[in-house]
């Protein structure tokens, strides 16, 4: 079972960067697409960027295309989700999700009810 620890939230200035890890145990990331989502108080989770475990192929919902960046993590089994430019309408709680694919699947996903495997969460909040 896939156990995800994410990482590296905290308080950034509007404009700023943040970086946020998710650390993998007790799976090969190569076989699941891992995704980012977030949630702020009285909104649903929002699918925010998903990578693909077969490939590395990453997706971004249309509000952080060019700002946010989902990729492998220099250390192993980790992913994580560089985050520019931030916006009032960014800070929430963000989770880390895997969903196992399958070796080579082109599975993917930023649907919330179709991941199995969940992070506790790391805040991210962003004011001046």
């Known amino acids: 079972q896939v156990q995800l620890v994410e990482s590296g939230g905290g308080l950034v200035q509007p404009g700023g960067s943040l970086r946020l890890t998710c650390a993998a145990s007790?799976?090969?990331?190569?076989?699941?697409?891992i995704a980012w989502f977030r949630q702020s108080p009285g909104k649903e989770r929002e699918g925010v960027a998903c990578i693909r475990g077969s490939d590395g192929a990453a997706f971004y919902t249309d509000s952080v295309k060019g700002r946010f960046t989902t990729g492998r993590g220099a250390a192993q089994n980790t992913v994580y989700l560089e985050m520019t430019d931030l916006k009032p309408d960014d800070p929430a709680i963000y989770f880390c999700?895997?969903?196992?694919?399958?070796?080579?699947?082109?599975?993917?996903?930023?649907?919330?009810?179709?991941?199995?495997?969940w992070g506790v969460g790391a805040q991210v909040t962003v004011s001046s």
């Open positions: 007790g799976g090969t990331l190569d076989y699941y697409a």
């Open positions: 999700a895997a969903e196992y694919a399958g070796y080579g699947s082109s599975w993917y996903s930023l649907e919330a009810y179709k991941y199995n495997y």
